[in-house]
């Protein structure tokens, strides 16, 4: 069974250009699918492909990064019949849900090894 990279793509990139580049550099029509929104214009789009191999992968990643991809998703063991835009999208926001993102810088006073001169009574 084959895996499905899906990617997040920015709000000005094209999605022609992706569907050129991947059929150019060997997928088929059939490999991928493009999911847009049909009432908005230029808005954000998901794509997922059809990989068999770490070939297949690393091919897919170089055209979804040259087509200005936000992120990238890889689900194995799902043909691309599985890969329906609301299945993708609840299993990607089950992924983002459970990442654990960076805090910001906190710091903690600790205590020294308790009073001195500086407390007055």
């Known amino acids: 069974m084959s895996n499905i990279l899906a990617g997040l793509f920015e709000l000005n990139s094209d999605y022609k250009k992706l569907e050129a580049d991947l059929e150019s550099s060997g997928f088929e029509n059939s490999d991928y699918i493009v999911y847009l929104d049909n009432g908005k214009h230029n808005a954000?789009?998901?794509?997922s492909v059809s990989v068999k191999d770490n070939n297949q992968t690393d091919n897919a990643q170089n055209v979804f990064?040259?087509?200005s991809v936000l992120k990238t998703f890889m689900f194995?063991?799902?043909s691309i019949e599985q890969a329906h835009y609301d299945n993708l999208k609840s299993y990607i926001d089950a992924r983002c849900k459970a990442e654990i993102h960076n805090s910001p810088d906190v710091r903690i006073k600790a205590s020294t090894a308790g009073m001195d001169s500086e407390v007055k009574f």
């Open 76 to 78: 194995e063991n799902m």
């Open 44 to 47: 954000q789009y998901l794509a």
């Open 65 to 67: 990064n040259q087509n």
